[in-house]
């Protein structure tokens, strides 16, 4: 770990001498140690993970993962059709789009599939674990008039298995205020409130997902160490731009740390730091 985590916090001091405003601006060095005790804590769910690569990776790339997965499995229930790339069609200044901004992921026979990823978290303000999945586009009066797709699948990754679901569009569904229409509905399902054992919540919520009062299906699971799962991440870490990235980040504190209790401890720090120069 580096002797100082904060290389370089400019702190500006403002001043007036003879009526004019000035800034003057140091250097601010503070060693790592000084904040061991926000660096050291392991929040509940990447204790859960036990530093599997898949939960240090960012949601983009893991998404980016579990999808391909995802297709290969879903593929496999379907030997004889035809699978398709989905047509990323045009942009309303009638300019092509780039191929992830198509409106699903693939189509299977002609039917349109959109594929979606959660990781299984810990909710500390609600005191559950749940998969929460955002952006499903369903039908919003004045934008959409329907779902621009035809069946939706669910890449659920807990700390023990993937599960893939095919998703009946009600189950745990719910709005998200104005960003609805522009961004699409949620889907979150959770555990029950202080069932602290993400086993016992991930138990839970398969109950819900395979219950008789809704149209969902559970249609593979594969384990988090399984060999396609180890060569999808290989081969996205082959590619030029994260290999760069992992390169420059090596070693770096936090660089393995889970893009979302990153964010929390940067923000714990960069607190600290202010109280440091105003105290």
Same mark, same amino acid.
């Not at 140091?26 to 690569?53: E, I, M, N, W």
């Given at each position: ?59 983009? !790339? /893991?998404?980016?993962?579990?999808? =391909?997965? #995802?297709? +290969?499995? $879903? ?5 004889? @059709? ?109 555990? !029950? /409130?202080?069932?602290?054992?993400? =086993?016992? #919540?991930? +138990?839970? $919520? ?5 219950? @008789? ?67």
């Amino acid at each position: 770990m580096s002797t100082s985590l904060v290389r370089c916090i400019q702190a500006a001091f403002r001043a007036h001498e003879l009526g004019c405003k000035y800034i003057f601006r140091r250097t601010l060095v503070l060693p790592a140690s000084q904040f061991d005790h926000v660096l050291k804590h392991v929040c509940r769910t990447s204790l859960a993970y036990g530093g599997h690569p898949l939960a240090q990776q960012s949601m983009h !790339r /893991r998404g980016k993962v579990l999808q =391909e997965i #995802a297709r +290969e499995v $879903i593929s496999q229930c379907y030997p004889t @059709s035809q699978i398709c790339d989905a047509k990323p069609g045009l942009r309303v200044n009638g300019a092509q789009r780039h191929q992830q901004q198509a409106e699903f992921d693939w189509s299977i026979d002609g039917s349109r599939i959109e594929c979606k990823s959660a990781q299984l978290c810990w909710e500390r303000h609600r005191q559950n674990w749940r998969f929460k999945v955002s952006g499903v586009k369903m039908p919003f009066e004045g934008l959409r008039d329907e779902t621009p797709f035809d069946m939706l699948y669910l890449v659920l990754f807990s700390p023990s298995k993937l599960h893939i679901v095919a998703h009946d569009l009600v189950l745990g569904m719910s709005t998200t205020g104005m960003a609805t229409g522009p961004v699409g509905h949620t889907i979150a399902l959770r555990g !029950r /409130r202080n069932q602290s054992c993400w =086993e016992e #919540a991930l +138990e839970t $919520i398969l109950g819900q997902i395979n219950s @008789s009062t809704n149209q969902c299906k559970e249609v593979a699971g594969l384990d988090i160490n399984d060999s396609r799962i180890t060569a999808k991440r290989a081969d996205m870490l082959s590619s030029k731009e994260v290999a760069l990235s992992e390169a420059a980040y090596k070693g770096v504190p936090l660089a393995d740390t889970n893009p979302s209790v990153r964010g929390l401890q940067l923000q714990s720090i960069a607190y600290e730091i202010d109280q440091i120069i105003h105290p």
